[in-house]
T-cell receptor, first 116, second 112 residues
Framework: SAVISQKPSRDICQRGTSLTIQCQVD?????MFWYRQQPGQSLTLIAT?????????ESGFVIDKFPISRPNLTFSTLTVSNMSPEDSSIYLC?????????????FGQGTRLTVV | GENVEQHPSTLSVQEGDSAVIKCTYS??????FPWYKQELGKGPQLIID?????GEKKDQRIAVTLNKTAKHFSLHITETQPEDSAVYFC???????????FGDGTTLTVKP
């Protein structure tokens, strides 16, 4: 299994500012994934982060708003830039690893962001 | 792209009863269908999954069925317990477990 640590676990930020979320994994992984979960809603994939190359963004998400770094095989950051109240969500980091079900996705506990 | 619909959005059962959650998907190329349980303040955790070459899979009290022709799959929980209370998400992907499209979730409440 993979153990994922996210920091911070929660934050309250002023609109117009930026927040960087860190994701640390206890094993080396090729791809890391960032999801957004809006209040009471489902998870939506933001981007896939590969070490040594630019992140691949899903439709509706752009690098200027959600820049991602992937400096090594165990760490990634997601920045939420120029925040507005609509960015209030839980942001989740995910990796794929070997678990009880064979290959499966593991998620961090999430970062709960509130923009005021 | 893929679209996953999940029903019901809320489900309340008595302890010991069975619970069934259903999902449909749109992309015929999807071949991996996981189910996640999310407890308050935590990230989703995989509870069972099924691949398109299998019609049914069971793990103790939990089972999943897949109908590829109709593009729907279901989660069955038997002998429910209060600790089964959580939000359950279905998802679909084209083989990469990390790149999934999620359903909207079902809030399951098991009354003691």
């Amino acid at each position: 299994s993979a153990v994922i640590s996210q920091k911070p676990s929660r934050d309250i930020c002023q609109r117009g500012t930026s927040l960087t979320i860190q994701c640390q994994v206890d094993s080396q992984v090729t791809m890391m994934f960032w999801y957004r979960q809006q209040p009471g809603q489902s998870l939506t994939l933001i981007a896939t982060a590969n070490q040594g190359s630019e992140a691949t963004y899903e439709s509706g998400f752009v690098i200027d708003k959600f820049p991602i770094s992937r400096p090594n095989l165990t760490f990634s950051t997601l920045t939420v830039s120029n925040m507005s109240p609509e960015d209030s969500s839980i942001y989740l980091c995910s990796v794929v690893g070997q678990g009880r079900m064979n290959t499966e996705a593991f998620f961090g506990q999430g970062t709960r962001l509130t923009v005021v | 792209g893929e679209n996953v619909e999940q029903h019901p959005s809320t489900l309340s059962v008595q302890e010991g009863d069975s619970a069934v959650i259903k999902c449909t998907y749109s992309d015929s190329a999807s071949n991996y269908f996981p189910w996640y349980k999310q407890e308050l303040g935590k990230g989703p955790q995989l509870i069972i999954d099924i691949r398109s070459n299998v019609g049914e899979k069971k793990d103790q009290r939990i089972a999943v069925t897949l109908n590829k022709t109709a593009k729907h799959f279901s989660l069955h929980i038997t002998e429910t317990q209060p600790e089964d209370s959580a939000v359950y998400f279905c998802a679909a992907s084209r083989g990469n477990a990390g790149k999934s499209t999620f359903g909207d979730g079902t809030t399951l409440t098991v009354k003691p």
